[in-house]
C-alpha cells in the first residue's frame, strides 16, 4: 500500500473523528442533523476509499447504502419529524459545551491508547481505523448522554453506528451480509423510535426525555 | 451397548413433548407412563449387562451436539454402569407404579412432559464424560424436577418449598462449576483430559470441598438438607419416590466420579472432611425424621439419613485409599455402592406406599391414619417389607450394607494417621445412634399408620390400591429381599466399579458356602442371609402353627385393655407424637430446641387442656435465616438501579465502558 493511499484513508477517518466533534457542540437541532448527513456521507467516502484500497467490490454496497440512506433518507426523515413535531428550539447541553469538548478530546486520547496497546500485531491501517472507529463510537455515546432531547439521541445513536461500520471496513474480509443486516438493524432501530417519539410527544406533549422522568415520578 | 443407552435416552426425551398431547387424551398417561416403563427397562437391562459381562470395555460415543468445538461425550464404564442400573430400576419402578397412581393426578398436563425429560436428565447425568454435558443435564434434571415439584402450585407451602429447592439448587450447580472449572483450567472439558492431567494439591482439595458441597446439596447432607424435606414430599408420590430413591443417588454419582474418578491419588484429610459432615447427617436426618407427623415427610429426612451413612461410607473409603489400605476401600466403597442399590429400593417402595395411601385417603398426616392393615392388606405388607428393609433389620437388603459398613469402621485401629484412629469409631458411634434412631422412627412409622384403630373418617373407609401400584411395591419389596439373602452376587457384580474407583475389590463371594458373605476373613466375619432367612421363616412358622394348634381356636371378641377408662375415642390411642416423645425429651431439647408447653384452662372454665410442642430448626434459623436477611439487605440496596432514568442508565453504561477501557489502557 503506497503512503499517499494510507494517508488519504487517514485523513477521510480523521475527518469523521471531527465531523463528531462538530455534532458534539452543535445546539440547533437543523445543524445537529445536517452535521450528522456530513458524517454519513465522509464516512461513504471513507468506506469507497477502503474499497478501493483493498479492491473489496462489495464495500462499493456498503458505501451506497451508507449515503443513500445515512446521507440522505435518515437526515429528511428526521427533518420532517422535527418540523412535525414544531421544535425548532435550542437543544439544553446537560453539561457545557466547553466540559464536553475537553471530555471529548479525553476519550479520543484513550481510544487511541487503548487501540495502540491492544493491536501491535496488525496493519497501521487496521490499527489507525479501529483507533477512529473507537473514538467515533464513544463521542457518539457521549452525544447521546448529554443530550436530553430524544431527536438529538437517536443522532447520537445513528453516529454511534457510522463508528461500527467504519471499524468493520477497516478490518479487512467482514462479508456483506453482516453489513447489510447492520444497516437494516438500524434503519429498522430508526423507524421504530420515530414512531416512539411521536407516541411520546403525543402523551407528553414533548419529547424532552425529562417529561418522562417527571412523569415516573423521579427526582432529578 | 452405549448406543442402545443413548436411543433409549433419545426415546425419552421424544416422549417429553409427546407429554403435552397426551396430558389432553383421556389414556393418555398410560401410553406415556408405559412409553417411559418400555425405556427404562431397556436402559436398565443394558446396563446391568454391560456391568456384569463387559465392564473392561467402556464404550464411548461423541455426538455432535453442545458446543461447537467440544460436542457431547458419553461414555459407560462400570460406575455409570452401575448407576444407570439404580436409576433406570428405579424409574421402571415409579413408571410403573404412576400407571395406576397417575390417575390420581388433577392436572396431568403438570406433570408428564416433564416426567421423561428428567429420567433422561438423570441418564445423561451418569452418561456424561465431558464437563460441559455433565453440569448441563445435571441442571437438567434440576429444574425438570422443580417443575413437579411446583406442580401442585395452589398450596402455599409446595411453592415455597420449590423456591428453595430452585435457590439450592443453583447453588450447586454453581459449586460443581467451579469445580470442574478448576479442574478444566490446565486441561480441558473432556473427562478424558482431566484424567489426563494432574492437578496440584491444593486445586484437587478445593475441588473436593467444591464437590461435596455441589452433589452433597442434591442429595442433602447436613447442613444443605434445607431444601429435601421440603421438596420431596410437594411432588407427586411416584416422583418424590425418584428424587429420594434415585436423584439423591446421582448425585452421590457426581461426588464418586469427581472425588475417586478424576482427581488424583487422594489426600487423607478430604476423608475427615467427609467422615465429618456423613456421621452427624445420618444422626440428625433420623433424628428429624422421629420428631415429623406427616408420612411423606419422615421419608425425606430418612433419606438425608441414608446419605449419611453412604457418606461415610465413601469417606471410609478415601481415608483407607489415602492411607494405601485398598483392600479395607474397597469394603467401604462396596458397602456404600450397595447401599446406594439398597436405599433406591426401599425408598422408592416406601414412598409408594406412602402414594398408595395417599390415594386412598387423601392424608399425608400419620395422626390422622391408623388402622390400614385390614383396609389394606396388600400395600400395608409391602410398606412392612420396606420399613424392616430401611430399619436395617436381616434377612433384608438394608442390613448387609450397613453392616459391611460397619466391618469398614471395625478395622479403622490398622490406619496410621492418629486424626483418623480417633474420628472413625466416633462417626462408628453416631451411624450405631442412626441405625436405632431408624428402626424406631419406621416402627412409628407403620405402627401409627397400620395399625391400631382408625383415626379419622378417611382411614376407616381407604380401599386397596390398584394393580400396577401393587406390581410395583411388591417387585421392589421381592428385590429388597433377594439382595438381602444373596449378597454375594451383588457384591460380585460390584466387583469391576470397586476396581476402577479404589483400585482393588472385596474377596470373590458367589463361590463361597451356603451363600455366606465374608467381607475380610472368615475367621473375622462373616454373614449368611439365607441362614437368617430360614431360621426366621421356620421360627415364624413354627410359632404360628404352634399357636394355630395348642391355643382354642374358639372366637372370642372382648374389649382390649384400655387402663381402667373405657373410651372408644381412637384418639386415645399412642399417637406419632407421643411416640417420639421420649427421644425428643432426651435429645430435643438441645438439637430442636424442643419445648412443651403445657396450657391448664382457668378451674372454670369448660376449655380442654393443652399440650403444645414447640420444635425449632436451628440449623434454618442459625445458618439459612441469616443468610437471607443479609441477601435481602442487599437487594433492597440495589434495587434502586431498578428505577433509573434512561439518560442514567446510559450514563452508567457509558462510565462502565469507559472504566473498562481504562484498564486496558493502563
Given at each position: 500500500m ?6 488519504i484513508?487517514h485523513?477521510?477517518a480523521?475527518s469523521?473523528v471531527?465531523a463528531?466533534?462538530?455534532m ?17 456521507g465522509?464516512?461513504?467516502l471513507s468506506?469507497a476509499?477502503q474499497a ?5 467490490p462489495?464495500l462499493?454496497?456498503t458505501?451506497l447504502i ?10 429528511v426523515?428526521l427533518?420532517?419529524?422535527i418540523?412535525?413535531l414544531?421544535?425548532?428550539?435550542e437543544i439544553?447541553n446537560?453539561?457545557?459545551?466547553g466540559l464536553?469538548m475537553?471530555?471529548g478530546i ?6 487511541m491508547?487503548v487501540?495502540?496497546?491492544v493491536t ?5 491501517l487496521?490499527?489507525?481505523d479501529?483507533?477512529?472507529a473507537?473514538?467515533v463510537?464513544?463521542l457518539?455515546?457521549l452525544?447521546?448522554?448529554t443530550r436530553?432531547n430524544a ?5 447520537g445513536?445513528m453516529?454511534l ?7 468493520a ?5 467482514m462479508?456483506l451480509?453482516?453489513e447489510?443486516?447492520?444497516a437494516?438493524?438500524?434503519?429498522i432501530?430508526f423507524i ?5 417519539l411521536?407516541r411520546?410527544?403525543e ?6 426525555m425529562?417529561?418522562?422522568d417527571?412523569?415516573r415520578?423521579?427526582r432529578r | 451397548?452405549?448406543?442402545?443407552a443413548l436411543?433409549?435416552?433419545?426415546a ?12 389432553a387424551?383421556?389414556?393418555?398417561s398410560?401410553?406415556l407412563?408405559?412409553?417411559c ?17 463387559f465392564?473392561h470395555?467402556s464404550p464411548s460415543?461423541?455426538l455432535?451436539?453442545?458446543l461447537?468445538?467440544l460436542g457431547?461425550h458419553f461414555r459407560?464404564d ?5 448407576f444407570l ?6 424409574g421402571a419402578?415409579a413408571s410403573l407404579?404412576?400407571l395406576?397412581?397417575?390417575r ?7 406433570v408428564?412432559p416433564f416426567?421423561?425429560?428428567y ?5 445423561v447425568?451418569v452418561?456424561?464424560n465431558?464437563a ?6 445435571w441442571?437438567f ?7 413437579m ?8 407451602e409446595?411453592v415455597?418449598a420449590g423456591?428453595?429447592?430452585?435457590l439450592?439448587a443453583?447453588f450447586?450447580?454453581l459449586?460443581l462449576l467451579?469445580?470442574?472449572g ?5 486441561a480441558?472439558?473432556s473427562f ?5 492431567s494432574?492437578?496440584?494439591?491444593a486445586?484437587?482439595g478445593?475441588?473436593?470441598?467444591l464437590a461435596l458441597l455441589?452433589a ?12 429435601l424435606?421440603l421438596?420431596h414430599?410437594?411432588a407427586?408420590?411416584h416422583?418424590?419416590?425418584l428424587?429420594?430413591?434415585?436423584m439423591?443417588?446421582v ?9 475417586f474418578d478424576l ?11 467427609v ?6 447427617t ?6 428429624y425424621?422421629l ?6 415427610r419422615?421419608l ?8 449419611g451413612i453412604?457418606?461415610?461410607g ?5 481415608a483407607?485409599?489415602?492411607e ?16 446406594v442399590?439398597n436405599h433406591a ?8 406406599g406412602a402414594?398408595?395411601v395417599l390415594?386412598?385417603?387423601?392424608e399425608r398426616d400419620?395422626e ?6 385390614h383396609r389394606?392388606?396388600k400395600?400395608?405388607?409391602a410398606?412392612?417389607?420396606g420399613?424392616v428393609?430401611i430399619?436395617?433389620?436381616?434377612p433384608?437388603?438394608?442390613f448387609?450394607s450397613?453392616?459391611?459398613t ?6 479403622s485401629p490398622?490406619?496410621p494417621?492418629w486424626?483418623?484412629?480417633?474420628a472413625?469409631?466416633a ?5 450405631a445412634?442412626?441405625a436405632?434412631?431408624a428402626a424406631?422412627?419406621?416402627?412409628k412409622l ?6 391400631g384403630?382408625?383415626r379419622?373418617d378417611?382411614?376407616?373407609?381407604a380401599?386397596?390400591?390398584?394393580r400396577?401400584?401393587?406390581t410395583?411395591?411388591?417387585a ?5 429381599l433377594?439382595?438381602g439373602?444373596?449378597p454375594?452376587?451383588f457384591i ?7 476396581k476402577a474407583m479404589?483400585?482393588?475389590i472385596?474377596?470373590?463371594q458367589?463361590g463361597?458356602q451356603w451363600?455366606?458373605i465374608?467381607p ?6 462373616s ?7 430360614v431360621?426366621?421363616a421356620?421360627c415364624?412358622t413354627?410359632a404360628?402353627?404352634a ?5 382354642s381356636?374358639?372366637l372370642?371378641?372382648a374389649p382390649a385393655?384400655?387402663?381402667g377408662?373405657?373410651d372408644p375415642?381412637p384418639a386415645i390411642?399412642y399417637s406419632?407424637s407421643?411416640?417420639s416423645?421420649?427421644?425428643r425429651r432426651?435429645?430435643?431439647s438441645v438439637i430442636f430446641?424442643?419445648r412443651?408447653i403445657g396450657e391448664?384452662?382457668p378451674?372454670s372454665s369448660?376449655?380442654p387442656a393443652r399440650?403444645r410442642?414447640e420444635?425449632?430448626d436451628l ?5 439459612y435465616?441469616?443468610?437471607?436477611m443479609v441477601?435481602?439487605f ?8 431498578q ?5 442514567r442508565y446510559l450514563?452508567l453504561v457509558?462510565v ?6 481504562l484498564v486496558?489502557a493502563?
Amino acid at each position: 500500500m503506497s503512503s499517499l493511499q494510507f494517508d488519504i484513508a487517514h485523513l477521510l477517518a480523521g475527518s469523521l473523528v471531527l465531523a463528531s466533534f462538530m455534532m458534539l457542540y452543535q445546539d440547533r437541532l437543523y445543524a445537529l442533523l445536517n452535521v450528522y448527513a456530513l458524517h454519513a456521507g465522509v464516512l461513504a467516502l471513507s468506506v469507497a476509499w477502503q474499497a478501493y484500497v483493498q479492491q473489496a467490490p462489495h464495500l462499493y454496497v456498503t458505501a451506497l447504502i451508507a449515503l443513500l440512506f445515512k446521507a440522505v433518507v435518515i437526515p429528511v426523515a428526521l427533518h420532517r419529524i422535527i418540523k412535525r413535531l414544531g421544535i425548532h428550539r435550542e437543544i439544553e447541553n446537560v453539561i457545557g459545551i466547553g466540559l464536553t469538548m475537553m471530555a471529548g478530546i479525553g476519550l479520543v486520547a484513550l481510544s487511541m491508547v487503548v487501540m495502540l496497546r491492544v493491536t501491535p500485531g496488525a496493519d497501521a491501517l487496521a490499527r489507525e481505523d479501529l483507533a477512529f472507529a473507537l473514538s467515533v463510537v464513544l463521542l457518539g455515546l457521549l452525544i447521546m448522554v448529554t443530550r436530553r432531547n430524544a431527536v438529538s439521541q437517536v443522532v447520537g445513536f445513528m453516529s454511534l453506528e457510522n463508528g461500527l461500520v467504519l471499524a468493520a471496513t477497516g478490518a479487512k474480509g467482514m462479508p456483506l451480509v453482516v453489513e447489510i443486516s447492520v444497516a437494516f438493524s438500524v434503519l429498522i432501530a430508526f423507524i421504530v423510535i420515530g414512531i416512539f417519539l411521536f407516541r411520546i410527544r403525543e402523551r407528553f406533549d414533548s419529547v424532552d426525555m425529562q417529561a418522562l422522568d417527571r412523569f415516573r415520578g423521579e427526582r432529578r | 451397548m452405549i448406543a442402545v443407552a443413548l436411543l433409549s435416552v433419545a426415546a425419552l426425551l421424544v416422549l417429553a413433548p409427546a407429554g403435552v398431547v397426551l396430558s389432553a387424551r383421556p389414556r393418555g398417561s398410560i401410553i406415556l407412563y408405559g412409553g417411559c416403563l418400555i425405556a427404562t427397562s431397556t436402559l436398565c437391562v443394558t446396563a446391568l449387562s454391560d456391568l456384569l459381562f463387559f465392564a473392561h470395555l467402556s464404550p464411548s460415543a461423541t455426538l455432535p451436539i453442545g458446543l461447537p468445538w467440544l460436542g457431547a461425550h458419553f461414555r459407560l464404564d462400570a460406575l455409570s454402569a452401575f448407576f444407570l442400573v439404580v436409576v433406570n430400576l428405579g424409574g421402571a419402578a415409579a413408571s410403573l407404579f404412576a400407571l395406576g397412581y397417575s390417575r390420581h393426578e388433577d392436572s396431568p398436563g403438570r406433570v408428564l412432559p416433564f416426567y421423561p425429560a428428567y429420567l433422561a436428565g438423570m441418564n445423561v447425568v451418569v452418561l456424561a464424560n465431558d464437563a460441559f454435558s455433565f453440569l448441563v443435564a445435571w441442571e437438567f434434571m434440576s429444574l425438570t424436577s422443580w417443575v413437579m415439584v411446583v406442580s401442585h402450585h395452589r398450596e402455599a407451602e409446595n411453592v415455597r418449598a420449590g423456591y428453595v429447592y430452585l435457590l439450592m439448587a443453583s447453588f450447586g450447580t454453581l459449586t460443581l462449576l467451579l469445580a470442574f472449572g478448576l479442574l478444566a483450567s490446565g486441561a480441558g472439558y473432556s473427562f478424558d483430559a482431566i484424567r489426563a492431567s494432574h492437578p496440584s494439591a491444593a486445586v484437587a482439595g478445593m475441588v473436593v470441598i467444591l464437590a461435596l458441597l455441589g452433589a452433597g446439596s442434591k442429595a442433602g447432607l447436613v447442613p444443605l438438607h434445607a431444601w429435601l424435606p421440603l421438596a420431596h414430599p410437594a411432588a407427586p408420590s411416584h416422583v418424590s419416590g425418584l428424587m429420594s430413591g434415585v436423584m439423591t443417588k446421582v448425585a452421590v454419582y457426581g461426588f464418586v466420579r469427581i472425588v475417586f474418578d478424576l482427581l488424583p491419588e487422594p489426600a487423607w484429610w478430604w476423608s475427615m472432611v467427609v467422615l465429618l459432615v456423613g456421621g452427624p447427617t445420618a444422626t440428625l436426618g433420623v433424628l428429624y425424621a422421629l420428631m415429623q407427623r406427616d408420612i411423606k415427610r419422615v421419608l425425606a429426612y430418612s433419606t438425608i439419613e441414608n446419605i449419611g451413612i453412604i457418606f461415610t461410607g465413601l469417606g471410609l473409603a478415601l481415608a483407607f485409599k489415602a492411607e494405601g489400605l485398598g483392600w479395607v476401600a474397597a469394603l467401604a466403597f462396596t458397602a456404600a455402592m450397595l447401599h446406594v442399590l439398597n436405599h433406591a429400593l426401599f425408598k422408592s417402595l416406601l414412598f409408594f406406599g406412602a402414594g398408595a395411601v395417599l390415594g386412598a385417603t387423601g392424608e399425608r398426616d400419620m395422626e390422622k391414619l391408623g388402622g390400614l392393615i385390614h383396609r389394606m392388606p396388600k400395600t400395608a405388607f409391602a410398606m412392612l417389607i420396606g420399613c424392616v428393609a430401611i430399619s436395617a433389620l436381616p434377612p433384608f437388603n438394608g442390613f448387609v450394607s450397613e453392616w459391611l459398613t460397619f466391618q469398614a469402621i471395625l478395622l479403622s485401629p490398622q490406619l496410621p494417621s492418629w486424626g483418623l484412629k480417633l474420628a472413625i469409631p466416633a462417626v462408628g458411634g453416631l451411624l450405631a445412634l442412626a441405625a436405632a434412631f431408624a428402626a424406631a422412627c419406621f416402627v412409628k412409622l407403620y405402627g401409627i399408620s397400620f395399625l391400631g384403630r382408625p383415626r379419622s373418617d378417611v382411614a376407616a373407609s381407604a380401599l386397596e390400591t390398584d394393580r400396577f401400584s401393587l406390581t410395583a411395591m411388591l417387585a421392589l419389596a421381592a428385590l429388597c429381599l433377594i439382595a438381602g439373602i444373596l449378597p454375594g452376587l451383588f457384591i460380585d457384580a460390584l466387583a469391576p466399579v470397586s476396581k476402577a474407583m479404589v483400585g482393588n475389590i472385596m474377596p470373590h463371594q458367589v463361590g463361597l458356602q451356603w451363600l455366606t458373605i465374608v467381607p475380610i476373613a472368615e475367621s473375622r466375619s462373616s454373614y449368611n442371609g439365607l441362614l437368617v432367612f430360614v431360621f426366621a421363616a421356620l421360627c415364624g412358622t413354627a410359632a404360628a402353627s404352634a399357636i394355630h394348634r395348642l391355643a382354642s381356636d374358639r372366637l372370642r371378641r372382648a374389649p382390649a385393655w384400655d387402663c381402667g377408662y373405657p373410651d372408644p375415642n381412637p384418639a386415645i390411642q399412642y399417637s406419632a407424637s407421643s411416640f417420639s416423645q421420649p427421644i425428643r425429651r432426651v435429645f430435643g431439647s438441645v438439637i430442636f430446641a424442643a419445648r412443651e408447653i403445657g396450657e391448664m384452662p382457668p378451674p372454670s372454665s369448660p376449655r380442654p387442656a393443652r399440650l403444645r410442642v414447640e420444635l425449632h430448626d436451628l440449623i434454618w434459623d442459625g445458618l439459612y435465616a441469616p443468610i437471607a436477611m443479609v441477601v435481602g439487605f442487599a437487594t433492597e440496596r440495589i434495587n434502586i438501579l431498578q428505577f433509573f432514568t434512561i439518560r442514567r442508565y446510559l450514563t452508567l453504561v457509558f462510565v462502565a465502558l469507559i472504566v473498562l477501557l481504562l484498564v486496558v489502557a493502563l
